[in-house]
């Protein structure tokens, strides 16, 4: 069993590459590297080569930080995410033939895999399936059904469903990189597994992550995943917002934001200022500190409004007895806790990847709210590694596609297409010739033979 662990965080604004190691010690993450984001929009994967020319130097940057001459990135656990991803409640009823046996874990398990055929809209798939409660004859929502035995059975499920289309985007480009996919797990239980503990997810907690793109909420309570949403807006949003009131460049958006940003206008100095030097000749800009944080403000309270939103609609209003977590880099903007607290009704705390479930000795740079996706997702393929069920909390990666197509023309020639995803060198990967097709002419020879099957104008002397 390999003490690595490797995984792909494919985020709105940057594209991370990052690998942790386990010890006697702990989980420490020995190699993280990131790179600003190019070709993905609210999560989802649009533009495979720009994802790619991404992708490859964070590669190749971890490559040299592992000393390990044995070390191979070969397999990496991958976080999905994305706008249209929906969740939704489904059960299966189940009349047993042999009631009087008991419930096997394969047999609940079964019941579990069927609700990956549940019928969504098109273009959709079901990506996770966690089951949350079970009727057992006159046993009424047991969180258990194993080790029972009952003749009607009814388990209730929450479905996570997304865009078929945004997995294999997602998987395709792993697969160019010569990469196999170890898992592929949801975005928002990574972020959670990096920033919660087990007494919070016993409790109930919501876990909100404000991404670059959007900003994901899990609602966990029972040790459950009960609830996900995914709001189409995050930290782009409010640089946006701040670009176009404040009439200045994106770039200069960001750093306002980051270096003089609050959520609350209130405690903004109305006389002060930030001055943005002008460029090529032009004259200088001059921001209102209230004017920013009333820009900020507006945004934030409309993501946090939805968050409330959401957590009234899973039925989970004032029952998170843990409160809400929130991380991702967005969490940082000043006074974000306060309003969140305004707006909730609820605790509120900020939080990032911790010595809780880290060694102290990690890699500094993943000790960050922005690093909290990957960070979960190593920790995870730990969990895996550990023996952990994870069956119900994985993506099945799509099929990977063939090498090489051979294309056949109208006049029988042919010729062989690869698509062989590149090595980490850049070359195509080496595939097993294509077995050779009949040629055109035998084709127009059987073709032949049929049609004087069917009208009788050639005998068989002739059809050899």
Request: proline share 3%; hydrophobic share 40%; glycine share 8%.
């Amino acid at each position: 069993m390999s003490k690595y662990v490797a995984a792909i965080d494919l985020g709105t604004t940057k594209v991370a590459t990052i690998v942790g190691e386990k010890s006697a010690g702990g989980i420490k993450i020995i190699a993280y590297s990131e790179f600003p984001s190019n070709g993905i929009k609210r999560g989802e994967v649009i533009n495979i080569q720009k994802v790619l020319n991404a992708l490859t130097p964070t590669i190749d940057s971890v490559n040299r930080q592992i000393e390990d001459e044995e070390f191979n990135l070969e397999e990496v656990y991958v976080g999905i995410a994305g706008q249209a991803i929906r969740c939704t409640s489904a059960s299966n009823k189940k009349i047993r033939m042999f009631p009087h046996d008991i419930i096997t874990e394969n047999e609940v398990s079964g019941w579990t895999r069927e609700m990956y055929n549940y019928s969504v809209n098109p273009g959709e798939k079901v990506l996770h399936v966690i089951p949350q409660s079970y009727n057992v004859d006159e046993h009424m929502y047991v969180s258990e059904a194993a080790g029972m035995i009952g003749k009607d059975i009814e388990a209730f499920f929450r479905l996570f469903v997304g865009r078929a289309n945004a997995v294999k985007s997602c998987a395709e480009v792993i697969h160019r990189k010569g990469l196999k996919i170890q898992r592929m797990l949801l975005e928002p239980i990574a972020s959670a597994r990096a920033v919660i503990t087990e007494e919070d997810m016993e409790l109930g907690v919501a876990v909100v992550d404000i991404g670059g793109g959007t900003s994901d909420i899990l609602i966990i309570e029972d040790n459950i995943v009960r609830h996900t949403a995914v709001i189409p807006f995050g930290g782009n949003s409010i640089t946006e917002d701040i670009r176009q009131v404040c009439g200045v460049s994106f770039k200069d958006a960001e750093i306002l934001k980051k270096q003089h940003g609050s959520c609350l206008s209130e405690y903004a100095q109305e006389s002060k200022v930030i001055n943005i030097p002008g460029r090529d000749g032009s004259t200088s800009k001059q921001i209102s500190f209230k004017l920013l944080a009333a820009v900020i403000e507006a945004r934030v309270s409309e993501i946090l409004a939805t968050v409330a939103y959401e957590i009234e609609q899973s039925g989970f209003k004032g029952k998170l007895r843990s409160g809400v977590v929130i991380t991702g880099g967005s969490s940082r903007i000043n006074h974000i806790q306060i309003l969140a607290k305004h707006i909730l009704e609820t605790e509120v705390r900020l939080a990032q990847p911790d010595t809780f479930c880290l060694m102290s000795t990690s890699v500094e740079e993943v000790f960050r709210p922005s690093c909290s996706t990957a960070v979960g997702l190593i920790l995870k393929g730990f969990d895996v590694m550990d023996g952990i069920d994870m069956d119900t909390l994985s993506i099945p990666a799509p099929s990977e596609p063939k090498d090489e197509v051979v294309e056949t023309n109208i006049f029988g020639e042919e010729r062989t297409i690869s698509t062989a995803p590149e090595d980490q060198k850049g070359n195509k990967q080496k595939t097993a010739p294509a077995k050779p097709k009949k040629k055109f002419k035998d084709l127009f020879k059987g073709k032949i033979g049929e049609i004087g099957d069917i009208f009788g104008t050639v005998d068989a002397d002739d059809e050899a």
